[in-house]
């Protein structure tokens, strides 16, 4: 979902009046003519030009009421590689989504629960799971959340998200999980 | 240990070594919860006569039964032909059991006492001296009848062996089954299981308090890794350890003063002293990687720990005021879970080579490692107190499993229990 929201993000800056929030340059060129609302339609959604009322005319799209933290809107698991505590980059939107909504709400509070999989100690897994979930934390404090709006903590590879002994279920499992308190 | 000279034997010797190589083979005993399969037993074991305990049958508990499997279990001796009725005031027939292939006897009684407890008597002869080598007598409840039979293989190990037999000790492990987990305790045999903690949510890193009365271990309970400290017999406890992230692997100075535990509230795992209610908090490592795993050493002065800071986890050790930390480990680049013998001589740990996690021992006076293990998904080593054994997790046929082992690897012993997933096994000190 995040990807293909990404990629329909992309084509439409360079052919539409756009709504898909930081990607945008404040010196791109928005073509008047040809305004269509955003397909996607997504909750996530900022505002779009819509048709009907005339050419001057500006629909307000509320996202006060949307929380940006709900499950499954920014999606929010993080996958590692083997014994890495890496943030690879196409997890970074993730992270910035909820940095800005951390940043911006600063009553919210968050919990990131790092995971291994299944071989190794479980002692060394739990620290290795919690070095994953300091990893996000240190991202998100970074990119403008604050130090106590998070905690992270560790399941090392007590809680595996998928049973299985191979290397497709091993992958689910090395992960950082972002949820709300 | 009394090694039977093979000349003492005559007409016997063929059946004592029939029997030598019938146990060499795989050999079962089934219990109500665990099966113990005892396999790579050495060449020599000692050949004992255990007869069945005057009266025990009225007491409730097979006295005699519970010291054969002991004896057993533990590899170093074999059971010969025990019938007959003797008691600890009988006057043996030693060439009638010589006959049966027996160097040692054991008989014994169980008389119940006017005021219900129980008089637990037996005596040990030597048959190839023809010599009473003495005896004891115990007046316990009814509740204590199996400590009791542990006490007396305990004692009757230690004369013909002179080393300090585990048979009344205790250990504590985890069960799993399906998301129910329970902290159990039982006998050294399995037997005798009584659960500590009962939860949906996983428990890890049990550890014994020196005087065996308390259980740390790690909770998930509240939704993260919290260490707790449990009184064994009235079941109060409370939370040692519960700062902002994990706190995990709790372990007991040797004198019970101080506890270390690892913690990730400065935002990265290391490992931290602290009291046993929790409070005087001193953090013991300085670095910027994962330290965790620690465990004191017998005289109480270091703690040998687990540290990636080489880039990889390998066992170090540090004085416990902290300060510079000295790398153990050096073969193989992943070693782990260290655990120390009582006499501080040997360290067992987890190795892992490629895709196998197994258990090895070092020789920390001379740098000799060993392997011990013929599985290769092991987890968590301790130490039985006496030093003799050690046992931990591991995986087979697709169940997770206790195993035992002497430390040359020559003796193991699997303890399985159908249906449920056992690990994290943590052996009791002595004085029960």
Not at chain 2, 175 to 186: D, E, K, P, Q, S
Not at chain 2, 203 to 216: N, T
Not at chain 2, 326 to 346: C, H, K, M, Q, W
Request: a neutral charge; proline letters at 4%; charged letters at 25%.
């Amino acid at each position: 979902m995040n990807a293909i929201r990404t990629s329909l993000c992309v084509a439409l800056v360079s052919a539409w009046l756009v709504g898909c929030g930081s990607s945008v340059k404040l010196d791109d060129a928005a073509p008047v003519v040809d305004a269509k609302p955003n397909p996607a339609g997504g909750a996530g959604a900022a505002g779009a030009n819509r048709a009907g009322t005339g050419q001057s005319s500006v629909t307000t799209v509320d996202a006060s009421k949307i929380d940006p933290l709900a499950a499954g809107n920014l999606g929010r698991v993080v996958y590692f590689d083997y014994d890495s505590y890496a943030l690879k980059d196409e997890f970074r939107p993730l992270i910035e989504g909820y940095a800005r909504a951390l940043s911006s709400a600063k009553t919210k509070k968050m919990v990131v629960e790092g995971h291994t999989d299944e071989r190794g100690g479980r002692e060394y897994n739990l620290a290795l799971g919690q070095r994953r979930a300091e990893a996000v934390a240190k991202s998100l404090v970074l990119l403008g959340a604050s130090d106590g709006q998070i905690e992270a903590v560790s399941f090392g590879k007590e809680r595996p998200a998928v049973d299985g002994h191979d290397e497709a279920a091993w992958a689910k499992n090395r992960r950082a999980e972002l949820k709300e308190r | 240990m009394v090694i039977p000279p093979e000349t003492q034997h005559g007409p016997s010797r063929r059946r004592w070594l029939a029997g030598a190589l019938a146990v060499g083979a795989l050999h079962t005993v089934a219990r109500a919860q665990f099966r113990v399969e005892i396999s790579g037993v050495g060449a020599t074991q000692l050949p004992v006569g255990v007869t069945k305990f005057r009266d025990e049958d009225k007491s409730g508990q097979s006295i005699s039964g519970i010291v054969r499997a002991d004896f057993e279990r533990s590899g170093v001796f074999r059971i010969v032909d025990s019938n007959g009725d003797f008691d600890e005031t009988s006057r043996p027939n030693y060439p009638e059991w010589r006959g049966r292939g027996a160097d040692a006897l054991v008989a014994g009684s169980a008389a119940r006492m006017a005021d219900g407890r129980f008089d637990v008597r037996y005596k040990l002869w030597d048959v190839v001296k023809g010599v009473d080598l003495g005896g004891q007598a115990f007046a316990v409840v009814t509740a204590d009848l199996r400590l009791t039979a542990h006490r007396v293989a305990d004692a009757v190990y230690e004369k013909l062996t002179g080393d300090k037999g585990v048979f009344s000790t205790r250990i504590a492990y985890v069960t799993r089954v399906a998301n129910r987990y329970t902290l159990r305790i039982t006998d050294a045999d399995g037997e005798g299981g009584q659960v500590a903690l009962n939860s949906t949510q996983p428990i890890i890193s049990p550890a014994w308090s020196p005087d065996g009365k308390s259980l740390a271990y790690v909770s998930f309970e509240s939704g993260k890794a919290v260490v707790w400290s449990q009184d064994v017999l009235s079941g109060d406890r409370r939370a040692i350890a519960n700062f902002r992230g994990s706190n995990s692997a709790p372990t007991w100075s040797p004198d019970g003063s101080t506890l270390a535990v690892t913690l990730s509230r400065d935002g990265i795992s290391q490992i931290y002293l602290m009291d046993p209610s929790g409070g005087n908090l001193r953090r013991i490592t300085q670095s910027s990687a994962i330290d965790t795993e620690p465990v004191f050493t017998p005289d109480g002065k270091q703690i040998y720990f687990v540290s990636d800071r080489g880039g990889s986890p390998q066992v170090y050790r540090v004085g416990t005021g902290g300060g510079n930390a000295e790398r153990v480990t050096f073969s193989g680049n992943y070693n782990i879970s260290p655990a120390l013998s009582p006499d501080g001589r040997t360290m067992a740990y987890v190795n892992r080579n490629g895709a196998e996690f197994k258990v090895m021992t070092l020789d920390l006076g001379g740098g000799s490692v060993r392997t011990v293990s013929d599985t290769t998904d092991d987890e968590s080593p301790s130490f039985a107190p006496n030093g003799k054994l050690i046992i931990y997790a591991t995986r087979a046929q697709g169940r997770d499993v206790l195993m035992t082992t002497t430390l040359d690897g020559r003796i193991r012993t699997r303890l399985l229990s159908s249906g449920v997933d056992v690990r994290e096994p943590i052996w009791g000190p002595f004085g029960r």
